[in-house]
């Protein structure tokens, strides 16, 4: 993460130094434009004042300029647009410059300049051109380097204070990022820590999330490698159990009676292990399996009045009574889901009942909210043991779950359905008073 913030860092630092730098040389190239319009301008007027050029009669050849300009190329101009002298290519091979814009716009406001390439030099040229008082044009030029000339000549220096620039950005890009990170790293080796502040005021919030996620994950952690030990406790029983029996039936060690118990043993603890698997899949599909696309306006009331039938054979087997009242409510959902619900709900309460216990399951609404409540008076819930009912595997009598066959995961299926409904689950339950389970949709 260093390491990517400090390439970062100097990465937006060297492209801050070119743009400047390029910034820097246009800037300097248009100044230097302007100053070398400026010489050209002030040569111009020397030469005027020189009185070289007063009268277009004179000999051209006694024109001497050595010690009036430097590396100027002079251009006298007549009125016509004929070249009567230059001091850098003969006056009569020169084409008429009535043409040229800056002559034109000396003889029409006194002064011109211009910027082109000379067919004469095969050059870029600054062009600066004066009236004279006589009616004649004097034209002053010289080569006009380009803005890649000019960025060539000042090149070295400009690589040199890339590169000084360059190791300033990485020595305090290294600092900072050492500095931003000292926080962040010294928060994480103290998340565990809940006394610990943070430095700075504004990573509070992200400490607080950072630690909120750090126990989630660890709780998620431990929440996985305890269903997985649970589900490997809870496998290994049945099989333990099948096993065994089936070694004493292959051994011939059991008598016609005997025989008959092991085999009613087996079926029973397949029966379980059958009922564990299929729990523990259909946790794994409520996990990862969305519903909201099968998700329908549906009756609560006559959802429940379906799964009746069967819970009263269930109830009947137990010598426990199931009745059933309430009203039509709907619900949006997904009705084979409720329907798991209500059936796993009213399947706890007949299995944790006693011999000629009741259990009732209503349906009611309540604030424009649909409620199902399922309620029996059978041996309860101890206050200790409410908060944990709900979590896999987890038996408040884990002798008598066994012996009327529950996995430890109906409840646990019942709070998965819960969430996927955005609905919210309420116990109320006493020891030797019974327990009432209310869903609010």
């Known amino acids: 993460m260093k390491s990517k913030i400090n390439i970062r860092l100097v990465g937006i630092a060297i492209l801050a130094v070119v743009a400047t730098v390029i910034g820097i040389t246009i800037i300097y190239y248009g100044l230097f434009q302007k100053q070398v319009r400026a010489d050209l301008s002030v040569s111009a007027k020397l030469?005027?004042?020189t009185h070289y050029f007063e009268s277009v009669n004179i000999n051209v050849d006694k024109i001497d300029l050595s010690t009036d300009i430097n590396e100027l190329r002079v251009t006298w101009i007549d009125k016509d647009g004929t070249v009567l002298y230059d001091n850098d290519a003969s006056a009569e091979l020169l084409s008429n410059h009535n043409d040229r814009p800056e002559i034109q716009e000396a003889f029409?406001?006194?002064?011109?300049?211009?910027?082109?390439?000379?067919d004469t030099m095969n050059k870029n040229?600054?062009?600066?051109?004066?009236?004279l008082d006589n009616g004649?044009?004097?034209?002053?030029?010289?080569?006009?380097?380009?803005l890649w000339s000019v960025f060539m000549s000042v090149a070295p220096i400009i690589a040199l204070i890339i590169l000084i620039i360059i190791a300033i950005c990485i020595a305090i890009s290294h600092m900072l990022t050492k500095q931003l990170l000292l926080p962040i790293?010294?928060?994480?080796?103290?998340?565990?820590?809940?006394?610990?502040?943070?430095?700075?005021?504004?990573?509070?919030?992200?400490?607080?999330?950072?630690?909120s996620q750090h126990t989630d994950i660890l709780a998620a952690a431990k929440a996985r490698q305890d269903f997985t030990a649970n589900v490997s406790h809870e496998l290994k029983t049945p099989l333990t159990a099948i096993s065994g029996y089936a070694e004493l039936l292959e051994g011939g060690m059991a008598g016609e009676e005997q025989q008959k118990h092991f085999y009613q043993e087996i079926r029973k603890n397949a029966d379980r292990l059958l009922a564990l698997i299929n729990d523990i899949i259909r946790l794994s599909e409520l996990d990862r399996k969305g519903y909201e696309s099968t998700f329908e306006e549906v009756d609560l009331?006559?959802?429940a009045k379906e799964c009746l039938d069967e819970l009263s054979v269930n109830a009947k087997g137990r010598s426990v009574t199931i009745s059933f009242e309430g009203e039509s409510c709907s619900v949006h959902g997904s009705r084979d889901l409720l329907k798991e619900?209500?059936?796993n709900?009213?399947?706890?309460?007949?299995?944790?009942?006693?011999?000629?216990?009741?259990?009732?399951?209503s349906i009611s609404q309540k604030d424009s909210r649909a409620m199902l409540t399922v309620k029996d008076n059978g041996i309860g819930i101890p206050a200790s043991e409410q908060e944990r009912v709900f979590e896999r595997f987890y038996r408040v009598d884990k002798s008598r779950s066994k012996a009327t066959g529950g996995t430890g995961l109906g409840l646990a299926i019942v709070k998965h359905i819960v969430e996927i409904h955005d609905a919210k689950i309420e116990l109320d339950s006493a020891p030797g008073v019974g327990t009432t389970m209310t869903v609010i949709f």
């Open 341 to 343: 619900l209500i059936e």
């Open 136 to 146: 004649t044009v004097l034209r002053v030029a010289t080569n006009a380097q380009s």
């Open 345 to 361: 709900l009213s399947q706890n309460a007949i299995r944790y009942n006693n011999p000629g216990g009741k259990v009732l399951i």
């Open 47 to 49: 030469l005027k004042d």
């Open 185 to 211: 790293e010294t928060m994480a080796e103290n998340l565990e820590d809940s006394d610990y502040e943070s430095p700075y005021k504004e990573l509070d919030p992200l400490a607080e999330m950072l630690r």
């Open 108 to 118: 029409d406001k006194g002064s011109g300049e211009a910027i082109r390439k000379s």
């Open 125 to 131: 040229t600054f062009y600066y051109a004066v009236l």
């Open 301 to 303: 009331y006559e959802v």
